[in-house]
């Protein structure tokens, strides 16, 4: 079945870079795009970028501009969200979802689990 | 930034009900506005995406309306397993942005 596996909770201390995965499987990867969207403990959902998984083409929250890194390895099935200068208010759950860049209409049908990324000293 | 706000915050109600959440763009959006459905610790689930679309897979009890900058969803019978977070989602521009969520609670 269609799926996305996320690597496991990281502990990084501030102003340190976390790297988290997001593994495809059953379905045509580079088909895809694939989305990064993080929640705060208690806050709404905040999108930070996304990547085609096909061309590489990228795009970026301009809050996280500069911070943020999103990559894909085809070979693997897995995209990739790296996100630098950490700080105690990046603390949150980081989800990957894909969505279909040659769609009409753009959402996200599949999502993955979760990966808790807490920055504390 | 295209600004979502959902109303209400939160809703009480009882199984059997029908229920709606309103979702209000800042600007318009046509009908790029998509629907999840989150429960705790777990990750979102679309359930209407493009307005009005079901997602394949959820129940008919679901259904969304609306276009420019005012959206709403709803559940038309209220079942145990529909008490949750809904949030709309503008994909209109990037950077996509949430609605802060409405929870759904057992009234």
């Known amino acids: 079945q269609v799926q996305l596996v996320q690597s496991g909770a990281e502990v990084k201390k501030p102003g340190a870079s976390v790297k988290v995965s997001c593994k495809a499987s059953g379905y045509t990867f580079t088909s895809y795009g694939i989305h990064w969207v993080r929640q705060a403990p208690g806050q709404r959902l905040e999108w930070m970028g996304w990547i085609n998984a096909g061309n590489g083409n990228t795009k970026y929250s301009q809050k996280f501009q500069g911070r943020v890194t999103i990559t894909r390895d085809t070979s693997a099935s897995t995209a990739y969200m790296e996100l630098s200068s950490l700080r105690s208010e990046d603390t949150a759950v980081y989800y990957c979802a894909r969505d279909d860049p040659s769609a009409y209409y753009y959402y996200m049908d599949v999502w993955g689990k979760g990966t808790t990324v807490t920055v504390s000293s | 930034d295209i600004q979502m706000t959902q109303s209400p915050y939160s809703l009480s109600a009882s199984v059997g009900d029908r229920v709606t959440i309103t979702c209000r763009a800042s600007?318009?959006?046509?009908?790029?506005l998509n629907w999840y459905q989150q429960k705790p610790g777990k990750a979102p689930k679309l359930l209407i995406y493009a307005a009005s679309s079901l997602q394949s897979g959820v129940p008919s009890r679901f259904s969304g309306s609306g276009s420019g900058t005012d959206f709403t969803l709803t559940i038309s019978s209220l079942q145990p397993e529909d008490f949750a977070t809904y949030y709309c989602q503008q994909s209109y521009s990037t950077p996509y942005t949430f609605g802060q969520g409405t929870k759904l609670e057992i009234k």
């Open positions: 600007q318009t959006i046509s009908t790029y």
